[in-house]
Every structure is written in structure tokens, then in C-alpha cells.
């Protein structure tokens, strides 16, 4: 349930909904398989997993959500080898050459066939709402795989003012600035990677991984004209993660401080382990998010939420 990545959304207007009120809404858009000829579906799943009902957990403020994704297993390679065969066989028994139009409709034929028997995978996707502090957080690796969640909870809802964080200083150059001493990070303990890029577009990319960043390597990398795009941090010896200058956050641990209170804390069933783990988490990351955006100077003007 902690999660691993960060991909982080503010919320225009204050979220009017509440975990029970949430659920009903959520229940329109059950996860459900793959029909007959559908690639992928996208639907809501309990977050507490097999034997729960509810599609909504909430605690201290914060409404966890869970996205469940289906899609059919087709590999391209399996497709281009029996489409191969097939052409093969009909330029052979006809004596003439399959041409491109043909071989497309040829492949529509193929794939109509192969939908249906394809075995299927599914993965799941987390969020959660801090209806507090007007956040959206999304456990994805990438903003494309957090958008699957987004758009699916606009849908679901009719409609959902939200928009990636940003802030009124450009990260990379404050990170940047951090690394050279031109300014103090006191909240965070730089780790030992980092990744520099040119400024111009088509710009040289340097990666750093087990060396000292606030060395005369690092800095002359900096000196030449390049800005920190990654850089690991640890904060306040709580949590340890890599912030990228899109604000996203990679690589997120809890470190054992939060695991520790986690191990310490009363839990009789995995019902109430998942909730003493989210309000753990949903706490410390409220603090971290706050954390950063002070940092940075603060939300940008137009991401400050309406009344």
C-alpha cells in the first residue's frame, strides 16, 4: 500500500465529496474484463483488495481510491509472424504478390480472430484524495499512467478541476542552487545522484549515481550552463525519493522512522493495518508536499484554489 511514485495534482475547487458519497458515485464505473473485442477497460476496485466491498478507504482527511486496468495480452511479434504466414500462404497458392492495402485488411481479419482467445492482464492503480489540503495523489511511475486515473475519475464524476502542481519557482533552479550552495536546503539531506541537462534544447544529459554532487565535478558540469533535472534527496531522515524538476517524485521509501510507528501501532486485522499504514503515509506526505511547495516559493498564482 505505500506508495512508490509521486505524481501530484492540485484541486481548483475544494472536493465535495466524502468517502461514503464517493463510493456511490465510484460504483458507476465498476472494473469489470474485457469484452469481446475490447483491447483494455478501466474501471474502480475496492482499494482494501479481495473481500471488500467499498470502493473508497478514508482516514485523517484523505479518501484512498484504487483503478483497476484490463487489457488483452497480444504481442506484435506473434501478430507479424502469423500475418507472414498467412500472406505467404496466398501469394503462394494464387502466384501473385500481397500488396499493402491488402496485407492491412489482411492483419483487421487476423486480429478479429485473435482479440476474443487472448489471455488478459491486470493492473492496479492508486490514489488518494487530500480533501484538506486540496491534493490528488497518484501512485504512477509516469503523468500518462496518472492520467489513466485522472480522466477516468473525471468521467466518473462529470467533472474534476484539477491540473499538475506547479509552483512560482522553477524547480531545477532552485535544485540547481542547492547543489552549488548559492542556496540552503535545510528540510532535505542531498543524496548521491542527480541528473544535469543543457538548458538548449537537443542538450548534452549528465547522469551522476554514487558521487559526491557538491564536488567540483558536479559543480562544473553546473559552471558550463546545466540545470538539475533529478536529484535524490532525503527529508528529514522520514522519507528518501528522487524529485524531478516536473515536481514528480520517483523512488519514494519511507524510511525507519515512519516504519518503526507503523510496526508500533495496534493493527488486529488487515483492515486495520491498511488504515493504520494510510494515515501514516497520507500524514507524512501532506508535510512533504507542504515541504516542497514552500521550497519552491510557494503555489503558482493560478493554482491557488477557489473559495
Not at 128 to 136: K, V
Not at 167 to 184: D, Q
Amino acid at each position: 500500500m505505500w506508495f512508490r511514485n509521486l505524481q501530484i495534482y492540485r484541486l481548483l475547487t475544494p472536493f465535495q465529496y466524502d468517502p461514503e458519497t464517493l463510493h456511490e458515485r465510484l460504483s458507476e464505473r465498476i472494473a469489470r474484463g474485457c469484452g469481446g473485442q475490447e483491447m483494455a477497460t478501466i474501471g474502480w476496485q475496492p482499494p482494501l483488495g479481495r473481500g471488500s466491498e467499498l470502493l473508497t478507504h478514508g482516514a485523517g482527511g484523505c479518501i484512498m481510491i484504487c483503478a483497476r486496468r484490463e487489457e488483452r495480452v497480444l504481442p506484435a511479434a506473434v501478430v507479424r509472424e502469423l500475418l507472414d504466414d498467412r500472406v505467404a500462404q496466398v501469394e503462394e497458392a494464387e502466384a501473385r504478390k500481397v500488396r499493402r492495402r491488402e496485407r492491412e485488411e489482411m492483419k483487421d481479419e487476423l486480429l478479429f480472430d485473435l482479440v476474443p482467445r487472448a489471455f488478459t492482464k491486470s493492473s492496479a492503480l492508486y490514489a488518494y484524495i487530500d480533501t484538506r489540503e486540496n491534493w490528488l495523489v497518484v501512485d504512477a511511475a509516469s503523468s500518462k499512467r496518472a492520467e489513466e486515473l485522472v480522466s477516468l475519475l473525471r468521467e466518473t464524476l462529470g467533472t474534476l478541476p484539477v491540473k499538475p502542481l506547479e509552483v512560482a519557482t522553477a524547480p531545477a533552479a532552485i535544485m540547481t542552487a542547492w547543489l552549488t550552495g548559492a542556496a540552503s536546503a535545510p528540510a532535505y539531506e542531498i543524496g548521491d545522484e542527480c541528473e544535469l541537462r543543457d538548458t538548449v534544447e537537443e542538450g548534452g544529459i549528465i547522469r551522476c549515481k554514487r558521487q559526491d554532487l557538491e564536488g567540483d565535478e558536479v559543480r562544473a558540469h553546473i559552471e558550463a550552463g546545466k540545470q538539475v533535472a533529478k536529484l535524490a534527496l532525503n527529508w528529514q531522515e522520514r522519507l528518501s525519493f528522487v524529485l524531478q524538476d516536473d515536481l514528480s517524485i520517483k523512488r519514494l521509501k519511507f524510511l525507519d522512522l515512519v516504519q518503526e510507528e507503523a510496526a508500533n501501532a495496534d493493527a488486529a486485522d488487515a483492515a486495520t493495518r491498511f488504515d493504520v499504514d494510510f494515515s501514516l503515509m497520507s500524514l507524512e506526505l501532506r508535510r512533504l508536499i507542504e515541504g516542497l511547495v514552500e521550497s519552491f516559493g510557494g503555489l503558482a498564482e493560478e493554482e491557488r484554489p477557489a473559495a
